[in-house]
Nanobody, 125 residues
Framework: VQLQASGGGLVQAGDSLRLSCVVS????????MGWFRQAPGKEREFVSA????????YYSDFVKGRFTISRDNAKNTMYLQMNSLKPEDTGVYFC???????????????????WGQGTLVTVSS
């Protein structure tokens, strides 16, 4: 399974971006998926996750109400719509997938078996 993240860029505070993560090698519907981010000098942190069927979504407190995760299994693609971006949202955003993702494990990077290469989001003030 391979993941390819894209959609990052340089934006101003208050702007929006939509990240995409394309899954190849196996159907995306086989995997729960998530987004993590890593700012310079900081550890990778959980942003959002979505279960296989798209029925359940999860968000970190710092993006709740601003970011929306979704997936289109027919296109083998997961999305992260990011609105009202803040400078503290700056970082490299990684998509991840795991076949056995459960609610208690979604926020822990080590529980994901597959990772994309990351896409850089820079928000200027």
């Amino acid at each position: 399974v391979q993941l390819q993240a894209s959609g990052g860029g340089l934006v101003q505070a208050g702007d929006s971006l939509r990240l995409s993560c394309v899954v190849s090698g196996r159907p995306a519907s086989s995997y729960g998926m998530g987004w993590f981010r890593q700012a310079p000098g900081k550890e990778r942190e959980f942003v959002s996750a979505i279960k296989k069927s798209s029925g359940n979504t999860y968000y970190s407190d710092f993006v709740k109400g601003r970011f929306t995760i979704s997936r289109d299994n027919a296109k083998n693609t997961m999305y992260l719509q990011m609105n009202s971006l803040k400078p503290e949202d700056t970082g490299v955003y990684f998509c991840a997938a795991d076949q056995w993702l459960i609610q208690s494990s979604i926020r822990i990077p080590d529980n994901y078996d597959y990772w994309g290469q990351g896409t850089l989001v820079t928000v200027s003030s």
